[in-house]
């Protein structure tokens, strides 16, 4: 359920981005950054990543579930990806933190 | 028209292997009537059959790459050979076409496929109106063939833990019967990661099933009311 | 009796895969492909929004052969697992579920995704 919930925002997101670039692209720097740290933008794309991490998390873990078998080699995988994604999100949140 | 046929003696042969028949095919032809017209070459040559027009369910085989019903699929499918047979995937051999259909069946009455009822039962007829019966067909027809099962990748990797689009379109049969009066137990018999939630939507039951069932939406209603329930 | 385990047939290769099944094993791979890019969608923004210096240097790497060729695999991966999503969306809602709409839609996802990704390649640069 939280894998098609998040999967709705992230599809409204990225096509609301993508025509962004398309039709508007950023100059430079400025342009963009201005664009990113005003509230709401920021507010949306801080959501982008956190439903980012949460689809990707549940779709690979689904992916671990199906294939891998043994329950240690499981536990290691599904670990990995968890830290995998904790970090990418950590680093995110530094980057969009910088912003402000 | 060539005939190449998976032959597995466990008595006799280490690996399987392929054999090629040379079998005269005329208009009306079915590929039950090939392997028989085998058998009557080879006695050794088993596989399952029975009621040689498609609703017993025991003579499902893969042929070309496809789950099919042997009495009813025409040679005149295949226009020029060979035709490779080969048992159902993901299922252990016990020889030639024959495979062990128990997870199959195991996962079928995991399901409690029978009508459960709470109150006394009627004196005649637990009544049912038209619009009540109809919401059963597309599920009733199920003639436990196995070739939607046996083409579900998710069940070829977890067939013991994931149900598998037969029994699922089965519970789905009960759930959705007005007679039955177990929703709730049927539903929690249906939580974890495993029995319902492998199904990705593949839909290689759908295109698998000889009587044109369709799992994949009886699984849809499942769910649908799986998070009915849960709100 | 042998004491060697029952054999099992299941080679990929000879087993024929719907187009459905197709459409649904490349979402998956398109999906996988997607999560480990993300480190580099975090690192390109990153680099773009350290400065002026660093956004010219994100835009002239875009604009590599190769990058341009890394970045249509990765829009392809996205248009078709967007595409694909799409259509799972409308599956969960009982759209499509049936025959021979659910086949037409497999096939339009196939078709329409690396369409989408040139298109998208074009439009983005």
């Given amino acids: 359920m939280w894998q098609r919930a998040s999967a709705i925002y992230l599809a409204g997101f990225i096509v609301y981005v993508l025509a962004w670039l398309m039709f508007t692209p950023p100059g430079d720097h400025e342009v963009l950054k201005y664009w990113l740290a005003g509230l709401g933008m920021w507010l949306a794309t801080a959501l982008f990543f956190l439903a980012l991490l949460l689809h990707a998390w549940i779709g690979v873990r689904d992916v671990i579930l199906d294939y891998v078998k043994l329950p240690g080699l499981r536990l290691a995988a599904l670990a990995t990806v968890f830290a995998f994604l904790l970090t990418c999100g950590l680093w995110v949140a530094s980057i969009l933190m910088g912003l402000l | 028209m060539e005939f190449r046929i998976y032959r597995y003696n466990p008595d006799v042969d280490q690996e399987p292997h392929l054999q090629t028949f040379e079998v005269e095919t005329d208009r009306g032809m079915m590929l039950r009537d090939v392997l028989l017209e085998i058998k009557r070459r080879d006695e050794s040559f088993a596989f399952r059959h029975s009621c040689g027009e498609g609703v017993c369910g025991s003579d499902g085989v893969n042929v070309n790459g496809r789950n099919r019903l042997a009495c009813i699929t025409p040679v005149s499918d295949y226009r020029k050979g060979p035709v490779v047979i080969r048992p159902f995937p993901g299922r252990p051999v016990i020889r030639d076409l024959v495979v062990d259909m128990s997870d199959f069946y195991r996962q079928y009455h995991a399901v409690d496929p029978w009508l459960k009822r709470k109150d006394p ?56 019967d007005s007679r039955d009066q177990a929703e709730e137990q049927r539903l929690d018999d249906l939580d974890g990661p495993y029995k319902v939630f492998r199904c990705h939507t593949i ?28 709100v | 009796m042998p004491s060697h385990s029952r054999p099992v047939f299941l080679n990929l290769l000879q087993i024929r895969l719907p187009v459905a099944g197709i459409m649904s094993i490349a979402h998956r791979a398109a999906g996988v492909l997607l999560f480990l890019s993300i480190p580099f969608l975090a690192a390109l923004l990153s680099v773009a929004l350290s400065g002026q210096a660093g956004f010219l240097q994100a835009q002239t790497l875009l604009k590599q052969p190769i990058m341009q060729v890394i970045l249509f695999l990765l829009l392809w991966a996205l248009s078709h697992h967007f595409l694909a999503g799409i259509r799972y969306l409308l599956i969960d809602v009982h759209l499509g579920v049936q025959a021979p709409r659910y086949r037409q839609t497999a096939w339009a996802v196939l078709i329409l995704s690396p369409l989408l990704a040139l298109l998208l390649l074009w439009g983005l640069w």
């Fill in chain 2, 121 to 176: 039962v009627p004196e005649q007829e637990s009544l049912q109106t038209p619009e009540e019966r109809a919401r059963l067909d597309g599920l009733w027809e199920c003639i436990l063939c196995g070739c939607c099962s046996t083409s579900c990748p998710s069940f070829w990797w977890n067939p013991d833990k994931f149900l598998g689009p037969q029994a699922l379109l089965s519970s789905w049969r009960f759930l959705a």
């Fill in chain 2, 203 to 230: 839909m290689n039951c759908v295109d698998a099933c000889p009587k044109h069932l369709n799992p994949t939406q009886a699984i849809g209603h499942i769910r649908n009311l799986m998070l009915k329930k849960s």
